[in-house]
């Protein structure tokens, strides 16, 4: 670009950033910027939210409703019950209807716990039964990483057997 680039919010300093959503220029006092692991438990993320500067306008109409949706669910998906496949007592008589839920590319089986009830929550259950988490070693030459994988089927429980399991174990 040969002319300078002016801040689309400001209109006076120079402004060495770019906003994620309409890529005006922006400077560094009117940048919004995103933590890196904002919105870390979105399995895919829209395209707007992989930038992580924005200018004023864009944050407050494109990424604030967004960050206000995603806490919402994140609170939902905390409270999402996990059972892994050895519970089977727990949830023999549960509904296996949906078809399963699944994540890939996690960085540890906390993550892709936690993303798998995002996606459940996002489709209102409660509940995430036979969880499987793998944790497959790759070897990129002689560096070697590691990446998890899950899958569960989503189903609803009801609330008087969540209230009764918390008081069971004591929280
Ligand atoms: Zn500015
Ligand atoms: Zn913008």
Redesign the pocket.
């Known amino acids: 670009m040969s002319e300078q680039s002016l801040c689309?919010t400001c209109q006076k300093s120079n402004a060495p950033l770019e906003?994620g959503?309409?890529k005006?220029a922006v400077c560094k006092n009117c940048a919004d910027f995103l933590a890196e692991d904002a919105f870390q438990y979105i399995d895919e993320r829209p395209v707007i939210l992989n930038g992580l500067v924005?200018?004023q306008?864009?944050y407050l109409s494109a990424i604030a409703p967004e960050i206000e949706n995603y806490n919402q669910i994140l609170a939902q998906a905390e409270d999402v019950r996990i059972f892994d496949r050895s519970q089977t007592k727990e949830t023999r008589l549960m509904k296996r209807n949906e078809k399963p839920l699944q994540v890939k590319n996690c960085l540890d089986p906390q993550e892709a716990t936690m993303k798998l009830a995002y996606l459940a929550a996002l489709k209102n259950f409660n509940a995430i039964i036979d969880v499987d988490i793998k944790t497959t070693k790759i070897r990129d030459g002689s560096y070697q990483t590691s990446e998890c994988s899950g899958i569960g089927f989503p189903t609803n429980i009801s609330n008087t057997k969540i209230e009764r399991d918390r008081k069971v174990r004591g929280n």
Do not use: E, G, N, T
Request: charged content about 0%; overall charge neutral; proline content about 0%.
């Open positions: 689309v906003c959503v309409c005006s924005y200018c306008s864009c």
